[in-house]
């Protein structure tokens, strides 16, 4: 440590010493609130809720779906397989509201149906390749449980719960919705459509729960803050 | 030809109510079926890095006080259809060209005017623009706004949002802007007017793209319904729903937007060139994203999707090796606006019988300013405080000429008498003049700015 930060710490304390109360100062009394007033600080709703930006949720994104770079979520997002799952991120900058310096276009400062549909198709993407992932490597990043064939409402909650905690932060059974019962039916009406689908990639369980992870990554409570 | 209709657009959005921005702040009205406030469309165009007029709009042919005009010497012109040599032998020994005078215009053009000419009755042409400025952001914003930018920033709405505002809150799209300097700024604007700001067309079709192998669009739209209705469940308990409100339109508006074949082709570049050969599109080598541009807005005026459609052409910024490129850029930019003149001739108005889209499109057509009547020596030309622009409306008089350069040095000179006296015609007089042709008052839009009213029809 040099001299000049000593001496600044120092002055620091001095100066602190100095505008600390005398113990013979008398001690002032706040005035008291005007007739009708209650409390002395508003705390009415001043805005609603915020659009968090762009660059938070594909960090998030990255996060979720075990720690990646862009880059390296870009490859296993797209993959080799043909599936056109995803592009590239530059893709969408644009339509994801950042800004794109190849065009030079200003970042997006509000948000519209085609940004809902950007998201949706990275959240897609990113949900399918999270499930192919999870039923063939542990640990598992999303799907962290099994995924019988036949399940009841009883075994689908717990299970709803961990997605529900890892996109939404906090459990389902707190969620001021209906949202348990509304995600399984969601779940059983997908498996049941799923297994009239022929040359898919996913069982129809499978085809369920990734149903689900759709409808948690884009859920408003995942976008807003 | 694509031929997807208006009913079907408007039935792809219905259930959807709408795009409205999920910050509470509406992008897009709430779908309705009722027509348009209005039936005319808007197309505004900007040409990106300030154009030689010296070679098209306001031609120097002559070696006269600052003047350095294209010759045979510092110009690649065997790509330049209309350059024919001039007599007059230059001081570098080589020849400029010939200009060009349509019959019964009073217009003066240069070679790279290309086929507009075959259009010069239907246009107004000013010159001597006082853009007063050379810096790029703020030549364009200056051009679209009226205002120069302040600390950095615009201080007003650009002229496509200003239109969308007035006659296209009711479109679905009242204004679509493809990498055009477009701004919405102000509160007497509508938030629906914000224009959907993107790089290019096909950004579109790629952000509507779906894969199969995992997913059906059925799923997805059970998936979509769920959260709509946890979007209205929430806004129902929300101090403020309106954010989740909006999210509830959104979802629906997706789900219709993707299950519409018809209009993720208006949004698809290959389609887009498919369904226009006329412009040519796959030999063009400097205009192409623009042409691609030109053509989604003849699809998205012809299927009433959008109310304004704003573009850039770009590549005028030459400052070296001006005459490899600048007089075929011009070239390929005049006669794509050419051929998409031919093609609103061509195409009938969506909602109004018997009337053909030229009847009700209105062209602007600006730059941020112009370039240096001197060569430098790097055998291009700089930023230059003079300007032109272009307007194509059937409310505008055709053939008509109005402001004019010093001839010796390619500065704005007076324009005529306004209400502070003699001076140049400047960019907030050609907003105002435009706006003013719909019966917009420009004082709600534009701070400065005189209605010219010369150049109205």
Not at chain 2, 9 to 18: E, H, I, V
Not at chain 2, 138 to 161: C, E, K, M, Y
Not at chain 2, 237 to 258: E, K
Request: glycine share 8%.
């Amino acid at each position: 440590m040099n001299l000049s930060r000593v001496l600044l710490g120092i002055s620091i304390v001095a100066l602190l010493a100095g505008c600390s109360k005398s113990a013979s100062e008398p001690e002032s009394q706040p005035a008291p609130l005007p007739p009708g007033h209650g409390v002395a600080q508003d705390t009415t709703p001043k805005e609603g809720p915020r659009l968090i930006t762009a660059e938070s949720y594909i960090r998030t994104y990255l996060t979720l779906f075990g720690g990646l770079s862009p880059m390296q979520a870009q490859l296993e997002a797209r993959g080799s397989d043909g599936s056109k799952l995803f592009d590239t991120w530059r893709d969408y900058l644009g339509t994801m509201g950042m800004p794109d310096y190849r065009y030079d276009t200003p970042r997006v400062s509000q948000t519209n149906t085609l940004m809902v549909a950007t998201f949706e198709r990275a959240g897609v993407a990113l949900c399918d390749r999270a499930l192919e992932h999870d039923r063939a490597v542990k640990p598992r990043l999303i799907y962290d449980f099994d995924m019988p064939a036949k399940l009841d409402a009883a075994a689908f909650a717990p299970r709803f719960d961990v997605v529900h905690r890892t996109f939404l932060n906090y459990p389902a059974q707190l969620a001021p919705t209906d949202r348990t019962n509304r995600f399984w039916k969601l779940y059983q009406d997908t498996a049941a459509a799923h297994a009239k689908v022929t040359g898919s990639r996913f069982s129809p369980a499978e085809a369920g729960w990734a149903a689900v992870c759709y409808g948690l990554i884009r859920h408003p409570e995942f976008h807003l803050y | 030809m694509m031929t997807s209709s208006r009913r079907s657009f408007l039935k792809a959005f219905l259930a959807g109510a709408g795009f409205s921005t999920m910050a509470g702040a509406p992008l897009f009205r709430a779908v309705a079926a009722e027509p348009a406030k209005s039936d005319e469309f808007f197309l505004l165009i900007h040409a990106l890095g300030g154009w030689d007029v010296t070679l098209s709009l306001d031609p120097r042919w002559e070696e006269k006080g600052l003047i350095d005009p294209a010759s045979t010497l510092n110009t690649t012109f065997g790509t330049i259809r209309k350059w024919q040599n001039d007599a007059a032998k230059l001081s570098d020994g080589g020849y400029s060209f010939q200009v060009i005078r349509p019959n019964g215009t009073p217009f003066t053009f240069g070679p790279a005017i290309g086929n507009l000419t075959d259009h010069a009755s239907r246009i107004c042409v000013v010159n001597g623009l006082a853009t007063n400025t050379v810096s790029h952001p703020d030549g364009q914003t200056f051009a679209v706004t009226g205002r120069h930018l302040n600390g950095g920033r615009p201080n007003q709405s650009s002229i496509d949002v200003c239109c969308a505002n007035e006659f296209g809150t009711e479109q679905l799209l009242p204004v679509v802007s493809v990498q055009y300097p477009s701004y919405l700024l102000g509160a007497q604007m509508d938030a629906r007017a914000r224009p959907l700001r993107i790089a290019t067309i096909g950004t579109m079709a790629q952000s509507l793209a779906r894969a199969t192998l995992y997913d059906t669009q059925a799923e997805r739209n059970a998936v979509n319904a769920v959260l709509t209705e946890e979007a209205n469940d929430l806004a129902a308990i929300s101090n403020d729903p309106s954010a989740l409100q909006g999210f509830g339109s959104q979802y629906g508006a997706l789900q219709n937007l993707l299950t519409n074949t018809n209009l993720q082709n208006v949004f698809s570049e290959s389609a887009l060139v498919a369904a226009h050969p006329e412009l040519n599109i796959s030999t063009l080598r400097y205009q192409r994203a623009a042409a691609v541009n030109a053509a989604f807005a003849l699809e998205a005026f012809r299927n009433n999707l959008a109310r304004c459609v704003s573009f850039i052409f770009n590549g005028f910024d030459t400052h070296a090796g001006n005459y490899t490129n600048q007089a075929a850029t011009q070239q390929e930019t005049f006669d794509t606006l050419a051929v998409l003149l031919a093609q609103l001739d061509q195409i009938p108005h969506p909602t109004r019988t018997g009337h053909k889209l030229s009847e009700h499109t209105h062209i602007l057509v600006t730059s941020d300013f112009c370039r240096t009547p001197q060569i430098n020596l790097q055998r291009g030309r700089d930023h230059y405080p003079n300007g032109s622009a272009l307007i194509i409306s059937p409310k505008f008089k055709g053939k008509t000429l109005y402001g004019k350069t010093d001839p010796l040095q390619l500065l704005p000179a007076n324009a005529g008498t306004f209400l502070d006296g003699p001076r140049p015609v400047a960019p907030p007089d050609l907003l105002a003049t435009f706006v003013s042709a719909f019966g917009v008052d420009p004082q709600k839009y534009f701070r400065e700015g005189e209605v010219i009213k010369e150049l109205l029809a």
